[in-house]
């Protein structure tokens, strides 16, 4: 015969007047940071004096929205479970999470316990690569078209890093920052490219924040060089002494110049530069006639006086880039200001001239 004690107790007479006790339960997690998308395992202690464990029914129960009442009622969300002293459960949302668990005898004797807690958002981690050039310990050339990437930034968090959102900042040698149009492009947020446009060091910062505001940087720094001066590699004749000129046109080409901003062929900014005198000394005067060209034709006409005194004349010419840069204004202190083997900022031909 079962008869309840008075005052609904959910301790009862069983088993010919013997008393039943009500079973106990103890939520017993660590307090822990709970984050988004995670399996969490939470357990309990949970003990029936009478007739133990394997007897009890229990039921977990989350209240998502942090509500105890709810859970402890045991109308929230049922909790998955691996055993009974377990529950496994993801929390899909941000916020307070009430976690409770009732425990019920054979006899309908029933403990409960609960415990909130907090279901924190990670923060993204933010990456940054050099992917164009190839990232180098020396200074890279002034104009060099720079290119970064912050696709390997990542979120643990489910679905946020399809979320993410990129701001670049470039500061740039002078502390002026590019406009935020100018790095990235809306097709593709997670990448920036621009073009180095002065020496010094640039400083190209990134900031990925998921959709709750959690945000992380990364940043790189990059060394342009001082502007290179120009450098004629080949020319049209390659013999710089002892040209021999008679009654004849003989024409002289630059025929390739290597530069960081100008280089010929490939661009039409540099100035090539003409002068000529008469003999080995004295100061060279310039074709003021000769249109910017690489090419000059030299005619009879043009070294009567040669032909004439001295029968020597020498022929000379510059090219200086747009940035105005050649070897009479490098500063040989300067990252990249130096004479390369094999190459010249001017040439001069010697010329000797025949009747």
């Known amino acids: ?79 998955g479970t691996q055993r009974n ?19 019920t005898d054979r006899y309908g004797a029933s403990a409960a316990a609960s415990r909130v807690f ?40 489910p679905d946020d890093k399809k979320s993410l959102t990129y701001i670049w900042t470039v500061t740039q040698p002078d502390k002026t920052t590019l406009s935020l149009g100018t790095c990235a492009s809306p097709d593709t947020p997670d990448m ?12 190209v910062q990134v900031t990925v924040t998921d959709p709750s505001q959690a945000s992380s940087s990364a940043s790189i720094d990059v060394l342009i060089a001082q502007d290179q001066p120009p450098c004629i590699t080949g020319t049209t004749p390659r013999a710089l002494q002892g040209i021999a000129f008679s009654y004849e046109t003989k024409s002289f080409v630059v025929d ?34 000769l249109a910017n060209s690489n090419r000059l034709a030299v005619g009879p006409a043009l070294l009567a006086q040669a032909i004439n005194d001295i029968g020597v004349i020498q022929i000379r010419v510059e090219y200086q880039d747009s ?5 009479s204004s490098c500063d040989p202190n300067a990252d990249r200001c130096e004479l390369i083997p094999g190459c010249a900022q001017w040439i001069t031909w010697t010329v000797q001239v025949f009747q």
């Open 1 to 79: 015969m079962l008869t309840l004690l008075a005052g609904g107790s959910t301790n009862c007479l069983v088993d010919h007047g013997s008393i039943n006790m009500p079973p106990t339960a103890q939520i017993t997690t660590p307090v822990q940071a709970l984050h988004r998308g995670d399996k969490m395992t939470f357990t309990a202690t949970i003990h029936d004096p009478d007739q133990g464990n394997d007897s009890l029914r229990v039921d977990w129960y989350v209240g998502t929205d942090g509500d105890c009442d709810k859970a402890m009622a045991g109308t929230a969300a049922s909790c």
């Open 256 to 289: 390739s110049v290597a530069d960081d901003v100008d280089p010929y062929p490939g661009s039409s900014s540099g100035t090539f530069t003409w002068r000529y005198r008469i003999g080995q000394t004295g100061e060279f005067e310039r074709w003021t006639t």
């Open 118 to 157: 907090t279901v924190e958002d990670r923060a993204p981690t933010a990456a940054i690569v050099q992917t164009s050039p190839a990232p180098t310990a020396a200074p890279l050339p002034l104009l060099s078209n720079l290119a970064f990437s912050a696709a390997g930034s990542d979120d643990l968090d």
């Open 192 to 203: 920036c490219s621009f073009t180095a446009s002065m020496p010094g060091t640039y400083h």
């Open 323 to 327: 940035k105005g840069h050649s070897l």
């Open 85 to 103: 002293d377990q529950c496994l459960y993801a929390p899909n949302t941000l916020g307070s999470i009430c976690v409770a668990v009732r425990v």
